[in-house]
């Protein structure tokens, strides 16, 4: 097992602080979740349309590179040298025929194949691997890869259960409602947090503190817990998605319902160009948030016009990274992707709201490092357990439900767990 976990209930109400600062616990989510039996998100095909063409992402804390070979084949391999460990492809993205690690030139295919040693042969007879030496026993460790409507997932498991049944019906009809048409990269951004990735995997299903944390959103009525909207998860409470529509409620309705909050003014501002807020519904369900997030790390989200996927890159235990890329469609009007840009201000590192999540994470992590023996993080907002969908968003259900699963695969369930 490793470890053990002394649970103060069995609903997952209650998390232990040190399940986010302990360096095993961390060890064994890379061993036992990221290389485990299950699927990663790892990037969009509509970044590796052409033959040659590559974009390097992870799996936990382990590279990869997600690949499109001559013959426009897919492929997804540890972005690692079989030599001495050095990281092969150091871009991005971008294209080529072959990718050579620059320590000592070993050279692959974009299939991931070991195809070129210097001085394989050594140098006038002197030198050079062993005869036997066979590349192909010693190329990268290569994923299983599956395109889903243009969302690529990878795993390391030769068990792990179908996409479709891993999604379940609530997450394969999510992705088909972003990719129903073909789409357009817009960009990337990239932020590093110091935190524990399990907080800001905690925070993309924290489906109320967007109302609280992000005054933005709650002065201009971009994100209320007013508004009409809920909370959706597949059967085993794994994904999650937090919706909303906009303009279901009145400043009247969310004036009373947040008197009396901290901090929460709803007439102290107003925004001259209104830009930032402006809402072109172009999805047949109505929704202008939709959040649908997938275990362990990753999710697609729609605020307002802005599309996105993003991935939690754990970078340690005191460490993650979240990469963004944003995304319109190819039919969009010039008009519309300059105005998919314009809300772009939202998010990413310098964002009108994701600075503050990821100060927010900072602070939960630095102060909870610190906590005594036996204290616990209380996740009881909404009730106990993960329990069902529901038409409201004040709620920690989905919380919940992520530490349930997350359970089951670390081995360390309570007794007489939810799930």
């Not at 210097?118 to 395109?147: C, H, I, Q, W």
């Not at 925004?271 to 997938?294: C, H, S, V, W």
């Not at 939960?364 to 907002?381: K, N």
Request: proline residues 5%.
């Amino acid at each position: 097992m490793g470890f053990q976990v002394n649970w103060e209930r069995n609903d997952y109400s209650r998390i232990p602080h040190w399940l986010y600062h302990d360096e095993e616990v961390y060890r064994l989510e890379m061993e036992r979740i990221f290389r485990g039996p299950l699927w990663h998100y790892l990037c969009l095909e509509a970044e590796v349309p052409k033959p040659g063409d590559f974009r390097t992402t992870c799996v936990g804390n382990t590279p990869i590179v997600v690949s499109r070979d001559r013959g426009g084949e897919l492929h997804a391999w540890v972005n690692r040298c079989s030599h001495r460990g050095a990281t092969i492809v150091r871009k991005v993205q971008g294209n080529a025929s072959d990718h050579v690690c620059i320590y000592h030139r070993w050279c692959y295919s974009p299939g991931g194949d070991l195809t070129g040693i210097p001085f394989r042969r050594g140098l006038k007879g002197e030198g050079g691997m062993p005869a036997d030496f066979s590349p192909a026993s010693v190329a990268p460790k290569k994923l299983r890869l599956v395109n889903f409507y243009g969302v690529l997932f990878g795993t390391f498991s030769e068990t792990c259960e179908s996409i479709e049944v891993f999604l379940g019906e609530f997450g394969t009809g999510m992705i088909r409602r972003f990719m129903h048409k073909p789409i357009r990269i817009l960009g990337y951004s990239r932020q590093l947090i110091y935190g524990n990735w399990k907080l800001y995997a905690e925070n993309l299903r924290d489906t109320y503190h967007a109302s609280l944390l992000h005054e933005f959103f709650v002065t201009y009525g971009v994100d209320r817990a007013t508004q009409k909207g809920g909370v959706r998860m597949d059967a085993r409470h794994r994904h999650n998605m937090n919706h909303a529509y906009a303009g279901s409620d009145t400043q009247d309705e969310a004036r009373a319902a947040y008197a009396g909050t901290a901090g929460v003014e709803l007439d102290r501002m107003r925004l001259r160009d209104q830009k930032l807020l402006q809402y072109i519904p172009e999805f047949e369900d109505g929704m202008n948030l939709a959040a649908p997030t997938f275990f362990p790390s990753s999710i697609i989200i729609q605020i307002n016009n802005t599309l996105g996927t993003r991935l939690i890159r754990p970078k340690g235990v005191d460490r993650l990274e979240v990469f963004q890329t944003l995304f319109g469609y190819e039919d969009d009007t010039p008009e519309m992707t300059r105005h998919r840009l314009v809300l772009a201000n939202l998010v990413g590192p310098a964002g009108l709201v994701s600075m503050e999540d990821g100060e927010a994470i900072e602070i939960a992590h630095r102060t909870s490092a610190s906590a005594p023996a036996g204290s616990s993080s209380v996740v009881e907002m909404g009730g106990r357990g993960p329990l069902r969908d529901l038409a409201h968003r004040v709620t920690e259900t989905p919380i919940r439900g992520f530490w349930s699963y997350w359970s089951e695969l670390m081995g360390v369930e309570p007794e007489g767990g939810v799930r």
